[in-house]
């Protein structure tokens, strides 16, 4: 991940800004109730001082993100208060109660804000670092001993990886499922788009094959004489045609299939269990449905139609190439009328 705002899609700096949050709250989080421990159980007022800092500093970085926004700053300056926090509290420890445990929580923040490429870099180092520290601390003589503080630490690092992986996978999962659900949605209109069009035809194509689907039939619907609305309106209004002709189709198709924007002024129906003869009538309603609705715009709004229904033994394009003649042919003989490819 190169490290420039211009790099970030909405999308992934949403996501970063996200795991930057719960990454600082759980920080702070942890830091008082660490604290609290080290002054409740432990008396160590030395230790629980620099938790209550740690806690400080976390809720400071959540305030100046929240008022100046700059993630990428903020992200360093988050991964710099982690580190610097978990060395000193390790050499704090002087190698007890396993407190080097701590150094576990370091990688997951570092790959989350700071991504691949220093977030391996950093690790890489840090890891260096331990196995010298550890290399020093076994020549000196050890309490083998388990104590409260050895439990302790091992319990805290255990919910703290469990917090940071759970957001970092809730997060993740959340920004994927946008993305697929943007991938698929036209953005004018918020009807599908041709990719997922053309899937879902070629999906009815291979249950058909498969004798899933006894029949399958794909609608093209097209606004007629769209480019003089435009002219006349301008495209804004133009645009804002396109979005109520999809709110119709929207509306009317609802429980019956799947309706999608095909593209420029073009829309495509598609209607599982249909044969020919019925997506013929359905589409006259459809058509009859759209004629009649009041406009806000002050024209009349038609559309022609081409229907064709899928076969197992041609391919889908073909289906398109027919559905497309069709809807030629409702534009030759007049607009405003549905033509079927077997006519
Ligand atoms: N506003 C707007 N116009 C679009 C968009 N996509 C395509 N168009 C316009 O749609 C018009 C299509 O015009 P034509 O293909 O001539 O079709 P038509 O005027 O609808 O005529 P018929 O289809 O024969 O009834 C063109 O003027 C395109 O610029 C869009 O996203 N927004």
Not at 55 to 77: E, K, P
Not at 110 to 118: E, I, T
Request: hydrophobic share 50%; aromatic share 12%; with cysteine.
């Amino acid at each position: 991940m190169t490290h420039s705002l211009l790099t970030y899609t909405d999308q992934s700096a949403h996501h970063q800004s996200q795991l930057l949050r719960a990454v600082l709250k759980i920080i702070a989080l942890f830091s008082v109730i660490i604290g609290s421990i080290n002054v409740f159980v432990f008396a160590s007022y030395d230790t629980a001082l620099f938790n209550y800092v740690s806690f400080a500093v976390a809720s400071g970085l959540l305030l100046y993100f929240r008022n100046h926004r700059q993630l990428i700053l903020t992200s360093w300056l988050a991964c710099a208060a982690v580190i610097f926090n978990v060395m000193v509290f390790i050499h704090l420890a002087n190698g007890q109660n396993y407190a080097i445990l701590w150094v576990m929580i370091i990688p997951p923040i570092v790959f989350f804000l700071l991504g691949r490429k220093l977030g391996a870099w950093i690790t890489g180092l840090l890891f260096l670092y331990v196995i010298a520290f550890m290399a020093i601390q076994i020549q000196q003589p050890m309490p083998r001993a388990l104590g409260l503080g050895a439990l302790l630490n091992i319990i805290e690092v255990c919910v703290a990886l469990w917090f940071l992986f759970r957001f970092y996978e809730g997060s993740r999962e959340s920004a994927y499922r946008e993305l697929e659900i943007q991938s698929v949605t036209d953005k004018l209109t918020g009807l599908y788009n041709r990719i997922k069009l053309d899937s879902v035809v070629a999906m009815q194509h291979r249950q058909l094959g498969t004798g899933q689907v006894s029949h399958s039939t794909v609608v093209i619907a097209d606004i007629d004489n769209f480019k003089a609305i435009n002219d006349s309106l301008g495209h804004i209004k133009g645009d804002e045609v396109l979005r109520h002709a999809a709110q119709l189709l929207r509306d009317f198709t609802r429980n019956d299939g799947l309706v999608g924007r095909w593209g420029g002024e073009e829309f495509m129906l598609i209607l599982p269990g249909y044969t020919l003869e019925q997506a013929k009538l359905y589409s006259e309603r459809l058509r009859q449905y759209i004629a009649d609705n009041e406009t806000a715009f002050g024209q009349t709004l038609t559309m022609s139609f081409g229907v064709a229904a899928l076969h197992p033994k041609k391919s889908f394009e073909h289906t398109f190439i027919e559905a497309d003649r069709a809807l030629y042919r409702a534009k030759e003989e007049g607009r405003n009328c549905v033509r079927v490819s077997n006519d």
